[in-house]
Structure formats: structure tokens, C-alpha cells
């Protein structure tokens, strides 16, 4: 009899450790990783990570999906910022799923935090260091993380001073609600807005940009003028159309710029085209390129 008892209680034993052990697999699973907001640096923006870091999805132009709207003090849609001012911004999702969430940050040229956010009833703010500085981040809530919630909404103070186009980077995530982490899809997309004094900052650039040639540097002088930080580049293309030498360089300081580009010494003499970028757009001189 003492013999059938032991291996009884042996197999009830390895049964109540199995059972507790799905029991707890399956709590943890139901648990949504995210539904109180993600912590901050999960916007996919420039030195960080976007969703996928804790979803199993697939990332997916958000372009469409993520409408953004940014409006000033009277209740009107911009596409240029006034320094200092304050603007109500909304974000929706096109699809509106079920089971949703965001993260959005606002940087310069830079990259660095460009102004400030105040969360809004649905929303609240979450701080991540990075590349050395700090940025802020606008997310869910757990109560707003439904399609319950059409709109998401918050503030954003401009910067005090002139900083250059800003770039707002979001990162949603339209989820399967399977109350697991597989099968989700993340939206992630990129919005621009310059500052008010654009079209200065084009004038005043195209008067006073030159591009010179000096043999002993066997390299390239770029002069211009600008009230703008952006960033720049610079393409070399001989008289075939054939770029021959690229580079991205700094970002433009306001005011006078000059720039020495050191080309490589594989180049023939002879007529090339340099092509100078300043943030999208382009501008064009020949140069003699006589050793």
C-alpha cells in the first residue's frame, strides 16, 4: 500500500507544478506591454528605436495613416511655426483600430529637443536622454489607448529663438488586440515645419552664395548667408552628369558661412559642376579644377 502512495503523490506533485506554470504564461501575456504609454526614445526618430523594440510587427509608412494637424491661436491649420508661439496639435489615426498608441518628438535640424510639449487630457509626457541631451515625448494614456479615443491631443511651445525647420516624428501602433505582442503594425512617419521667415532665408541665401577653387588645398570654398540652421551636403558631378564625389557636411550656422571641402585626389583636372544642398534644396556653380 505504501508503495502506491508515493508514486501518487509524486504525479499530482508535477501536475499542480505544470498547471500553475500556464497559469502564469497566460497572465503574463493578457498583460498589454504598453497600455499606460511606452517610456521615452520610441519615436523612431534620429538615435532611437520605434515600436517594433517591444511589438513583433512589421513598420509601415505612416505617411497616410498618422494626420497630423498643428493649429495657431485662432483655430487655423500651419505649415510654418512663429518662434515662441503656442499651438494645439492633434493626432489621429486613420484606421482608428481597436487596440492602439503613439509616441511623438519634435526636433530641430540638430536633432535636438525644439521647443516644449503640456500634455493634454488624453495624453501625458515622458522624458529619454538621448545622443547626450534630453528630449520630451507625447504618448497614450491607458485610458486613451481605444478607439474609444478618435483624437489624441497636446501643446507645443514653439522655440523661443528661430531653430530652422522642425521635424515632428511619430511612431503608432495599430494592434491586433490579440492581447499578445505578434501581429501588430507600426506607423511610422516624419512631418515638416519650416519657420515663418522661409522665404528670406531662400532670397537672402541665393544672393550671396559662391563657390571657389583653391589648388593649394586642392579643395572647394563654399560661401553663403543664411537665417536658417539646416543641415548640408555637397555632390560633384562631371560635365557627363556623372556624380564623381558626395559628402554631407554640418548644419549651416546663421549667418555668414564658409566651408572648405577637401576633394579626393583621384580626380583629373577639367570643368565639374558642384551641386550644395541646404536642407531640400539645391544650389549649382562650375568649378576649373586646375593642380
Known amino acids: ?117 503640456i500634455a493634454g487630457g488624453n495624453t ?41 525647420p522642425i521635424t515632428f516624428y511619430i511612431a503608432t501602433n495599430k494592434t491586433n488586440n490579440n492581447s499578445n505582442t505578434n501581429g501588430d503594425l507600426i506607423y511610422l512617419s516624419q512631418h515638416v515645419f519650416s519657420n515663418d521667415d522661409a522665404n528670406i532665408n531662400e532670397s537672402t541665401f541665393e544672393q550671396n552664395f559662391s563657390v571657389g577653387y583653391a589648388p593649394e588645398k586642392d579643395a572647394v570654398l563654399i560661401s553663403y548667408a543664411t537665417l536658417s540652421i539646416l543641415p548640408t551636403s555637397l555632390n560633384l558631378v562631371n560635365l557627363e552628369g556623372k556624380s564623381v564625389f558626395s559628402k554631407k557636411l554640418g548644419a549651416t550656422a546663421v549667418g555668414n558661412n564658409q566651408e572648405w571641402v577637401s576633394l579626393p585626389s583621384h580626380l583629373p583636372n577639367g570643368l565639374y559642376v558642384v551641386h550644395f544642398f541646404v536642407g531640400n534644396k539645391a544650389y549649382s556653380a562650375p568649378i576649373s579644377l586646375q593642380r
Not at 495613416?65 to 489621429?92: H, M, R, W
Not at 507625447?138 to 531653430?163: G, I, Y
Open 124 to 164: 501625458q509626457i515622458k522624458t529619454a536622454t538621448i545622443s547626450g541631451g534630453q528630449r520630451k515625448y507625447v504618448t497614450h494614456k491607458s485610458s486613451s489607448n481605444t478607439s474609444a479615443t478618435q483624437v489624441w491631443n497636446w501643446t507645443w511651445e514653439a522655440p523661443a529663438t528661430e531653430q530652422g
Open 1 to 117: 500500500m505504501k508503495k502506491a502512495v508515493l508514486p501518487l503523490v509524486l504525479i499530482l506533485f508535477a501536475f499542480s507544478v505544470v498547471s500553475f506554470k500556464n497559469k502564469d504564461l497566460r497572465g503574463f501575456q493578457a498583460a498589454p506591454l504598453n497600455s499606460p504609454g511606452p517610456s521615452g526614445g520610441y519615436s523612431g526618430a534620429p538615435g532611437e528605436q520605434n515600436c517594433t523594440s517591444c511589438h513583433d510587427g512589421a513598420t509601415q509608412d505612416g505617411s497616410t495613416e498618422n494626420q497630423l494637424l498643428v493649429n495657431n491661436d485662432i483655430g487655423f491649420g500651419i505649415t510654418q511655426y512663429t518662434p515662441g508661439a503656442t499651438y494645439a496639435v492633434n493626432l489621429s489615426m486613420v484606421s482608428n483600430p481597436a487596440k492602439k498608441g503613439f509616441q511623438v518628438t519634435a526636433l530641430n535640424p540638430a536633432n535636438e529637443m525644439a521647443g516644449n510639449f
